[in-house]
T-cell receptor, first 110, second 112 residues
Framework: EDQVTQSPEALRLQEGESSSLNCSYTVSGLRGLFWYRQDPGKGPEFLFTLYSAGEEKEKERLKATLTKKESFLHITAPKPEDSATYLCAVRTGANSKLTFGKGITLSVRP | DAGVTQSPTHLIKTRGQHVTLRCSPISGHKSVSWYQQVLGQGPQFIFQYYEKEERGRGNFPDRFSARQFPNYSSELNVNALLLGDSALYLC???????????FGPGTRLLVL
């Protein structure tokens, strides 16, 4: 059974204080690893898809990386508007099923 | 461009009742998936539909059912509601053959 573990559960940063969010996974046959951002009471907003170890993708202050066992979401010089829950998910089978971690709640203080 | 839309946004039901939730995918997307998200957890996969056929099913009881229409919109039905069915129900759509799914805003269901 696919397993996704995200750490830490919660992270509080000062504005401008860079950090990384971790997603470790145990799967057989990874077809994709996904990062989403979710604001309270809203649906997840797509950030990145990574397919193979060594792949990296960037968008504004965010950078996602992938190894064979984990993925990192690096946040450079975060701003208060980056405060949200960040979800990691994997896809392995032929259907569209995503297996999610519990998410990391990020709070950025001004 | 319009994203995934869901209706209603909020719903309150009592135990034992039935509920129908609706989803319209992004234009051109033919695959629709449903997820349940309880507070403090990540979303859990319920169903995938493509070309009006069920293509995948998560670990949910038979009280949960869904269907897809010729215009690729979808309905999720839940019978005999339990208190534990209270959650945010999310719909996601994707291009066939593409891995990335795009989520709607969700329907918040409260069962009393």
């Amino acid at each position: 059974e696919d397993q996704v573990t995200q750490s830490p559960e919660a992270l509080r940063l000062q504005e401008g204080e860079s950090s990384s969010l971790n997603c470790s996974y145990t799967v057989s046959g990874l077809r994709g690893l996904f990062w989403y951002r979710q604001d309270p009471g809203k649906g997840p907003e797509f950030l990145f898809t990574l397919y193979s170890a060594g792949e990296e993708k960037e968008k504004e202050r965010l950078k996602a990386t992938l190894t064979k066992k984990e993925s990192f979401l690096h946040i450079t010089a975060p701003k208060p508007e980056d405060s949200a829950t960040y979800l990691c998910a994997v896809r392995t089978g032929a259907n569209s099923k995503l297996t999610f971690g519990k998410g990391i709640t990020l709070s950025v203080r001004p | 461009d319009a994203g995934v839309t869901q209706s209603p946004t909020h719903l309150i039901k009592t135990r034992g009742q039935h509920v129908t939730l609706r989803c319209s995918p992004i234009s051109g997307h033919k695959s629709v998936s449903w997820y349940q998200q309880v507070l403090g957890q990540g979303p859990q996969f319920i169903f995938q539909y493509y070309e009006k056929e069920e293509r995948g099913r998560g670990n949910f009881p038979d009280r949960f059912s869904a269907r897809q229409f010729p215009n690729y919109s979808s309905e999720l039905n839940v019978n005999a509601l339990l208190l534990g069915d209270s959650a945010l129900y999310l719909c996601a759509s994707s291009w066939v053959g593409e891995e990335t799914q795009y989520f709607g805003p969700g329907t918040r269901l409260l069962v009393l």
